[in-house]
């Protein structure tokens, strides 16, 4: 690529030369990788420990090529389904839970697995079986509020029989939804979500239906709660705001969104550097980074670096809260 070898010649030489131009630098914290996506890395290495090559993965394990390219490079072998996985395989749930089926489909064949399900997203599963109470009397019908195909979701809304669970995808949804009994509902939350467009959503659904139940606090985990206010304080000093994350990773498309909400002209989802197009740079004088939760910290350096092969920067780290959470793993490897 004669274009890319001219490009790198002239920035070497303005390097040499002292003459970059300044590019001021906000990093958000907390950012990248949480406790749940932390954990079920975790699983899948000890797993490989444990057990040997090869342990099957179903689903991505966490929704960052990177670490599943790591992790494929260390032994996973990564599935959509359970058939996939031969007799005598160990398989890993991943991060963003599995249907009631799944496990029961494993126990069938006896197949060794660990659920490396999110420890916030099981509290999401445990609030709809209280929530459906076995079906009986007490039963409330349930209204999710998330995404449509996102693996929690399936996840969620397969803990119960179908037509427990009624999903809600945006506000206009939430105003149309015509439960059977108004009296007798809940709603629970994927965990991933916007903080602004969730509330929102259950402002609409208490104001429809008074006697709705839910958690004191919606179940959008600690960890996106985090990442999109450190979005906002960043965003709005800022002419641009790369967010480092996958396309299919939920958190990461909401920080994106989060920081064109709170004021920044431009924002874009990078997976990584390789992905970035420097022309979105050009005129910016401000530039804040922040990673989805599954995304490594490792990319936000590599990203940094980058530019400062290209610019003399001005690094400023804002952080608007310390995360200092652990997970334990499932008992098999704890």
Not at 14 to 37: E, I, N
Not at 82 to 96: I, K, N, Q, R, T
Not at 300 to 308: I, K, S, T
Request: proline letters at 7%; aromatic letters at 4%; one cysteine or more.
């Amino acid at each position: 690529m004669p274009d890319q070898m001219q490009s790198d010649t002239l920035v070497s030489g303005l390097a040499a030369a002292g003459s970059l131009p300044r590019l001021k630098l906000l990093l958000a914290g907390p950012r990248g990788f949480c406790a749940g996506v932390d954990r079920a890395i975790r699983v899948v290495e000890e797993a490989l420990k444990r057990y040997g090559a090869p342990v099957y993965v179903r689903h991505e394990i966490v929704h960052n090529r990177t670490v599943v390219e790591e992790l494929e490079a260390k032994g996973a072998v990564f599935v959509e389904e359970l058939d996939e996985v031969p007799a005598d395989g160990h398989v890993v749930f991943s991060a963003h839970g599995v249907p009631k089926s799944v496990p029961a489909e494993a126990e069938r064949r006896n197949l060794l697995y660990l659920d490396a399900t999110c420890p916030l997203v099981s509290k999401v599963h445990r609030e709809a079986e209280r929530h459906f109470a076995g079906g009986g009397p007490e039963a409330r019908h349930i209204l999710m509020i998330g995404h449509a195909g996102h693996p929690e979701v399936v996840g969620t809304m397969g803990q119960l029989p179908p037509g427990a669970v009624t999903l809600i995808n945006d506000s206009e949804e939430a105003r149309r939804v015509q439960p059977a009994d108004p009296a007798r509902l809940a709603f629970i939350t994927q965990t991933t979500l916007s903080v602004d467009d969730t509330a929102e959503i259950v402002d609409i659904l208490r104001e429809r239906f008074p006697l709705i139940e839910g958690p004191k606090r919606e179940d959008i985990c600690y960890a996106t709660t985090n990442r999109q206010e450190a979005v906002k304080a960043i965003a709005p000093g800022c002419d641009l705001v790369i967010v480092i994350g996958s396309p299919n990773s939920s958190n990461s498309q909401r920080l994106r969104e989060v920081a064109e909400r709170s004021g920044v002209p431009r924002a874009v989802l990078v997976p990584r550097l390789r992905d970035l197009d420097w022309s979105v740079l050009e005129g910016v004088s401000t530039v804040g980074i922040t990673a989805g939760a599954s995304a490594p910290e490792a990319l936000v350096q590599e990203m940094v670096a980058a530019l400062g092969q290209r610019y003399t920067l001005d690094i400023e780290e804002r952080t608007v809260k310390l995360e200092d959470v652990i997970f334990k793993l499932p008992a098999p490897l704890g």
